[in-house]
């Protein structure tokens, strides 16, 4: 409920790139990714050519404008089974048709040095986002491409695509001084920026031990101490810095990296615009019409919730959504925050 672009496309189902922290893991039990996981066929270039017409589910009545696509979020669309399979390029093709915006996030090197990919991603409207963090992360990770080949890409794909930004996640502050001396050859090789957010673990370990749901999270003045770092030192190589943990201390509340892109209008009808850019908060008549606000289903259960649902408009929930955010984060005192 606080992200700019929430509509997630994903051509797989599992992934065998095995990193050891994949919080799609942790959420299947370990079964979805790694050397023995199942990867299967998901959604496909023909669904997502329905999307760029202009066909919307239950779930998406909301959304009446091209908002970008998320492709890439839940599994990497350029794992080794893509070699074989090709469906990420055929959606690729089918994001070029259209002009679509989207955000790719990959681990991903092989689209740069293939012909084919090249030409079909120099007609794509698309901020490109290849995870990476240091070398020290290649042990975590251990079968996917490694740092300096990602480095590779990036020199590469940086001269094809609109904008190349680094996702620096997970970003394990105990790791920080890996990422120091690879800052200026990321702003070397291309990139506009990095984009970080702080990893969790199945377990406690280090300064990882403040208990989040199923998971442990970093408390918040530790995030907020190691992310300041990085983004200091960002700002001395010139690269913009932005951030999942905390939208406002990133360089821009689209802390995905596209301001300022062609085409890529988010949705400024969710909790970060709301708290931390309020001005700019706000719901499209679409929004506020009666039957759009399947997309808080999973914050509702039971019938009588489903009936509410059903009855009510996006604008509705999320103001409801808001209320009790607000009342949890800032107390009594937080229908003064705007």
Same mark, same amino acid.
Not at 74 to 91: G, I, W, Y
């Given at each position: 409920?606080?992200?700019?672009?929430?509509?997630?496309?994903d051509?797989?189902?599992?992934?065998?790139?095995?990193?050891?922290?994949?919080?799609?893991?942790?959420?299947?039990?370990?079964?979805h990714?790694?050397?023995?996981?199942?990867v299967?066929?998901?959604?496909?270039?023909?669904s997502?050519?329905?999307?760029?017409?202009?066909?919307?589910?239950?779930?998406e009545?909301?959304?009446?404008?091209?908002?970008?696509?998320?492709?890439?979020?839940?599994?990497?669309?350029?794992q080794?089974?893509?070699?074989?399979?090709?469906?990420?390029?055929? !959606?690729?093709?089918?994001? /070029? @048709? +259209?002009g679509?915006?989207?955000?790719?996030?990959?681990?991903?090197?092989?689209?740069? =040095?293939?012909k084919?990919?090249?030409?079909v991603?120099?007609?794509?409207?698309?901020?490109?986002?290849?995870?990476?963090?240091?070398?020290?992360?290649?042990?975590l990770?251990?079968?996917?491409?490694?740092?300096?080949k990602?480095?590779?890409?990036?020199?590469?794909?940086?001269?094809?695509?609109?904008?190349?930004?680094?996702?620096?996640?997970?970003?394990?502050?105990?790791?920080?001084?890996?990422?120091?001396?690879?800052?200026?050859?990321?702003?070397?090789?291309?990139?506009?920026?990095?984009?970080?957010?702080?990893?969790?673990?199945?377990?406690?370990?280090?300064?990882?031990?403040?208990?989040?749901?199923?998971?442990?999270?970093? !408390?918040?003045?530790?995030? /907020? @101490? +190691?992310?300041?770092?990085?983004?200091?030192?960002?700002?001395?190589?010139?690269?913009? =810095?932005?951030?999942?943990?905390?939208?406002?201390?990133?360089?821009?509340?689209?802390?995905?990296?596209?301001?300022?892109m062609?085409g890529?209008?988010?949705?400024?009808?969710?909790?970060?615009?709301?708290?931390?850019?309020?001005?700019?908060f706000?719901?499209?008549?679409?929004?506020?019409?009666?039957?759009?606000?399947?997309?808080?289903?999973?914050?509702?259960?039971?019938r009588?919730?489903?009936?509410?649902i059903?009855?009510?408009?996006?604008?509705?929930l999320?103001?409801?959504?808001?209320?009790?955010t607000?009342?949890?984060?800032?107390?009594?005192?937080?229908?003064?925050?705007?």
């Amino acid at each position: 409920m606080g992200c700019n672009f929430p509509i997630i496309f994903d051509t797989y189902k599992g992934c065998t790139h095995c990193c050891r922290y994949c919080f799609t893991n942790f959420r299947a039990g370990g079964r979805h990714t790694g050397e023995g996981a199942k990867v299967t066929p998901f959604e496909s270039a023909v669904s997502l050519e329905r999307w760029c017409k202009g066909h919307r589910g239950p779930r998406e009545a909301w959304c009446d404008w091209e908002i970008p696509l998320g492709f890439g979020r839940n599994t990497d669309p350029f794992q080794p089974c893509e070699k074989v399979m090709h469906r990420s390029l055929d !959606a690729l093709k089918v994001f /070029a @048709k +259209y002009g679509y915006p989207f955000l790719l996030t990959t681990k991903g090197v092989f689209p740069a =040095f293939d012909k084919e990919y090249r030409a079909v991603l120099k007609d794509c409207n698309v901020c490109w986002h290849e995870s990476m963090c240091s070398p020290m992360y290649d042990k975590l990770e251990p079968g996917a491409p490694s740092f300096e080949k990602r480095l590779e890409a990036i020199h590469i794909l940086s001269g094809i695509v609109p904008r190349v930004v680094v996702r620096s996640t997970p970003f394990f502050p105990e790791l920080w001084e890996s990422h120091i001396p690879h800052i200026r050859r990321i702003k070397e090789a291309g990139a506009y920026g990095i984009l970080a957010e702080t990893g969790q673990l199945l377990r406690p370990k280090g300064m990882c031990n403040t208990r989040a749901g199923r998971l442990y999270d970093y !408390a918040p003045n530790i995030k /907020a @101490k +190691y992310l300041s770092l990085l983004k200091e030192e960002c700002h001395k190589a010139g690269l913009k =810095f932005f951030c999942c943990d905390y939208k406002d201390m990133g360089d821009s509340c689209y802390c995905c990296g596209t301001e300022g892109m062609s085409g890529f209008t988010p949705n400024y009808a969710n909790a970060a615009w709301y708290f931390f850019f309020p001005k700019k908060f706000g719901y499209t008549p679409k929004m506020k019409e009666k039957g759009t606000g399947e997309a808080f289903q999973n914050l509702y259960t039971g019938r009588k919730s489903f009936n509410v649902i059903r009855e009510s408009s996006f604008a509705e929930l999320m103001d409801d959504f808001i209320r009790k955010t607000e009342k949890e984060v800032f107390g009594p005192a937080g229908a003064g925050r705007r």
